[in-house]
């Protein structure tokens, strides 16, 4: 069965609603039900997609071989693993608000901006799949533990994630470099190297150029916009939370008061 993707599509738009739609529906269903119940839940998404990553992966090894496309540093790759991380240990709280900050609005904006997937001459392969539930699911898990308060995180948690993610970021760049040498293949991760199709990244890329500094190819002006880009989604993606706790605040309180 072939299919091709279309932005702006009918499917499109169903694939930007349905990550909000079923978290929605599971924290309605499960409102009542005891945290452990709940939790299970969440757990089970966190292994639906760790198992689509681990084919994913196990598909692209035995078609085109060791490269680095198999080692899972994009960061919708370890969001799949950071999320299922949060499902079994909720009390991780910096582990959970780097899958909350950064690896959630990453999985939304790979929902929004699919361009990667009208390359496909068929969707419905296994990487194909693996594109659109992967990312639809990372939205969906990230949202459903902050609905269920699974993910609880403050500004220190906050401020470790981003001690945590800098140095991460950093490392990309020299690996994407690495990795190019090693493999003769470019890879992206954190999409240090190149914007990808992302329409707004496309147009920062732009506005620099690359330069070659100890064999490491960067483009400065773009790994600035990108790094400034990172920190205010993060602490959007915070604020986003907080709000979340003090409106479950309020209404236990009138609950309380009533």
Avoid at 22 to 31: A, C, M, Q
Avoid at 88 to 113: D, E, M, Y
Avoid at 127 to 156: C, K, N, P, W
Wanted: with cysteine; glycine share 6%; proline share 4%.
């Amino acid at each position: 069965m072939q299919a091709q993707f279309e932005m702006w599509s009918t499917f499109h738009y169903f694939m930007m609603i349905f990550p909000f739609v079923l978290p929605v529906t599971l924290y309605i269903v499960t409102r009542d039900k005891t945290f452990a119940v709940k939790r299970r839940v969440a757990i089970a998404m966190g292994i639906i997609l760790v198992g689509i990553l681990a084919i994913r992966q196990i598909y692209v090894f035995s078609t085109d071989g060791l490269g680095p496309e198999v080692f899972p540093f994009h960061i919708s790759h370890f969001a799949n693993i950071l999320l299922l991380i949060v499902a079994i240990n909720p009390k991780l709280r910096v582990t959970s608000a780097i899958a909350w900050c950064l690896a959630v609005p990453a999985g939304l904006a790979a929902v929004v901006f699919a361009d990667p997937l009208e390359t496909y001459s068929n969707v419905l392969s296994i990487r194909g799949l693996s594109y659109i539930l992967g990312h639809m699911l990372i939205v969906a898990t990230g949202l459903f533990l902050l609905l269920t308060e699974m993910i609880r995180i403050d500004q220190r948690d906050l401020l470790k994630a981003y001690a945590i993610t800098v140095p991460l970021y950093i490392s990309s760049i020299i690996i994407n470099n690495w990795f190019a040498d090693i493999f003769n293949e470019q890879s992206n991760y954190l999409f240090t190297y190149a914007p990808g199709s992302a329409g707004p990244l496309v147009y920062l890329y732009s506005l620099g150029s690359t330069v070659t500094v100890s064999g490491v190819t960067v483009n400065p002006v773009y790994i600035l916009s990108l790094t400034i880009i990172g920190v205010v989604v993060m602490f959007l993606m915070y604020l986003l939370a907080k709000l979340w706790y003090a409106s479950q605040g309020s209404i236990l309180q009138s609950k309380e008061a009533d």
